[in-house]
């Protein structure tokens, strides 16, 4: 007695795979856009554009996964992200300064530090670099003597951790 419904059911999900399959490799195509210009280079004898295809494949991953690590390249030796939050919920800078991910700080008394990671120079005074922003968070006015920012006495493996932090700011 069922069987003509469950023909219908049965036809009603069979007509749908190739629309699903077509969907599977319209995504599945998608992350290629990352190293298009490399591919475009694959021609010739099916060998030959075998072994391309494997190189610009390779130089593909190779590509993004450098453009990743040259973001990282600013990662602070011994300094840790996550305690560098904590140290800037302690001290306070929050009260001064807006700093995206901790909660509490959007001061407007100094500069925001969004994308902290790109920026060029440090109270447009010295080269953003790891030394001089721990330098900075230490004793900003050995840099800029008259700053507005005050001396907050941070000890060096605090600012060590802030810079850290501040440097996963993109
Ligand atoms: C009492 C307010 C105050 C507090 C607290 C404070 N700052 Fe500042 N900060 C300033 C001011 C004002 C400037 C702008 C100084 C200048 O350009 O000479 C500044 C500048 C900076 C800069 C450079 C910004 C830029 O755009 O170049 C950084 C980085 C910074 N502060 C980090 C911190 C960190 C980290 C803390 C906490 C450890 C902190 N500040 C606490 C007031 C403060």
Do not use: K
């Amino acid at each position: 007695m069922n069987a003509p419904s469950d023909i219908g059911a049965r036809s009603g999900i069979g007509a749908r795979p190739p629309r699903r399959a077509s969907r599977r490799v319209a995504i599945r195509a998608a992350p290629r856009t990352c190293g298009r210009r490399a591919i475009g280079t694959v021609g010739g004898r099916p060998a030959a554009a075998m072994l391309v295809l494997a190189l610009a494949a390779f130089a593909v991953l190779a590509g993004c996964r450098g453009g990743r690590s040259e973001v990282e390249s600013v990662r602070i030796a011994g300094g840790d992200a996550e305690r560098g939050a904590a140290v800037i919920r302690s001290v306070g800078c929050g009260a001064c300064h807006t700093i995206p991910g901790i909660r509490e700080a959007e001061g407007m008394v100094g500069p925001p530090l969004t994308s902290w990671a790109r920026r060029t120079f440090i109270a447009g005074a010295v080269p953003n670099r790891p030394e001089n922003l721990i330098r900075w968070v230490m004793d900003a006015h050995s840099i800029e003597p008259g700053t507005a920012m005050p001396d907050l006495d941070v000890p060096e493996p605090q600012a060590r951790d802030v810079a850290a932090y501040l440097y996963t700011l993109h």
